[in-house]
């Protein structure tokens, strides 16, 4: 996928360099919170999860083989700490509102679902700007080709060679989750 | 992409690709701010790790909650590496072997496997130790393949499993370093030599 971590960090992070842990949260950050978000359904409790993962992964690195993706290993502590957090917090007793509780006591997500949405996740944030953007106003508010060129006050014409050219950069990252899920992985 | 106004020619995006990008968590960014301050966070747990010198002082940050959370992941992460296709290396005295964890899919939800991959002068042998799959019913077998990110299919060899638990050798004639999964199809006998897309086992090659 694109956006790979640069080699020279991967062995840095591996080693306990703290300037290559540092990009590392700065590369990942975005999708590590996106994931807690899904699970959790709260910015300050999905921030809390992702600094327990973080410090998880920060004392695991020398664990991390620099020879491989750091993006699956990553998800996967980030889904480990997610799902302890969540029955840490069980056993602890809520003492948040009901809306919390409920998010805290659903089933969590399988690592399955959670590597997909990291996936999708990645592959925002490596779209350009203006891509990201038609993507968004058309997925999460519904609109359609016409209302968003009105709303970014651009031709149609424009918007449609943007959702184009965006379709083609997503369908190139991820239509390997197409793949599996044909096959029956998912 | 519907409510397009028509005439629309983008690339069709998987069902599921457009569900998650209707899902708000998807699009989620941290607070302003967060990232500097999970740093700083992370900065003083690396800090009183680094000055914990006492007995005292170890036994009161183990039985801290927060490092409760934090040790039983990284035991989880340490003890499940394989699980996400991490590359072990083998001894220094013998060829280098990756080893790389296989997950059943809902044909096979019980089923795992691991499989140990070794260069040797006529290929590549690939040693799957599974654990939890049914033996191939009558008519059918096992085949197992490498799968590249272009969706290139190599096959790796086929068995049945039908009479014991022995590991199970496999060879591949290429490198599986090009190749980004390793997978496990039901075929039916007579079936052709294409995959039948029923996959039953499948792990990601680092």
């Known amino acids: ?186 | 992409m519907s409510g397009t106004d028509g005439n629309d020619v983008s690339p069709a995006l998987p069902e599921r690709t457009e569900s998650a990008l209707r899902d708000r968590s998807t699009w989620a960014s941290p607070p302003p701010g967060l990232e500097d301050a999970l740093l700083a966070g992370l900065r003083r747990e690396r800090d009183q790790d680094r000055a914990v010198t006492t007995d005292d002082d170890r036994a009161r940050r183990a039985w801290d909650p927060r490092n409760l959370i934090i040790a039983a992941v990284v035991t989880l992460v340490v003890l499940a590496g394989t699980a996400i296709g991490l590359r072990v290396v083998g001894g220094q005295d013998g060829p280098e072997a990756h080893q790389v964890a296989l997950v059943g899919t809902t044909l096979a939800p019980d089923a795992h496997a691991e499989a140990t991959i070794v260069s040797k002068p006529s290929g590549f042998e690939i040693t799957l130790d599974i654990e939890g799959l049914p033996p191939a019913p009558a008519g059918a077998y096992y085949q197992a393949w490498l799968k590249s990110a272009d969706g290139d299919l190599v096959t790796i060899g086929t068995f049945h499993a039908r009479e014991g638990g022995d590991a199970i050798i496999l060879w591949s004639g290429v490198d599986p370093e090009g190749f980004e999964l390793l997978t496990v199809t039901l075929q039916k006998q007579g079936g052709g030599a294409e995959s039948s897309g029923q996959v039953v086992l499948t792990g990601t090659l680092p």
């Open chain 1, 1 to 186: 996928m694109d956006g790979r971590v640069d080699p020279e960090v991967l062995r840095g992070f591996a080693a306990g360099d703290d300037a290559a842990f540092e990009e590392v949260v700065r590369h990942f950050a975005g999708p590590m919170f996106a994931v807690a978000m899904a699970t959790v359904g709260n910015r300050e409790l999905a921030a809390d999860a992702v600094q327990q993962a973080l410090i998880a992964a920060w004392r695991a690195s020398s664990s991390f083989s620099p020879d491989a993706d750091l993006a699956p290993w990553l998800c996967t502590i980030t889904w480990c700490a997610i799902d302890v957090w969540r029955r840490d917090r069980r056993h602890r007793g809520p003492d948040l509102t009901a809306t919390t509780e409920v998010a805290e006591l659903a089933p969590g997500p399988t690592y399955e679902a959670v590597w997909e949405a990291w996936q999708v996740r990645r592959a925002l944030d490596s779209l350009p700007a203006d891509e990201r953007e038609v993507v968004s106003l058309h997925y999460l508010e519904g609109l359609t080709q016409s209302e968003i060129a009105v709303r970014l006050g651009i031709p149609i014409g424009t918007v449609k060679s943007r959702t184009h050219r965006a379709h083609h950069h997503l369908q190139q990252l991820l239509a390997h989750l197409a793949d599996e899920i044909r096959e029956g992985t998912r």
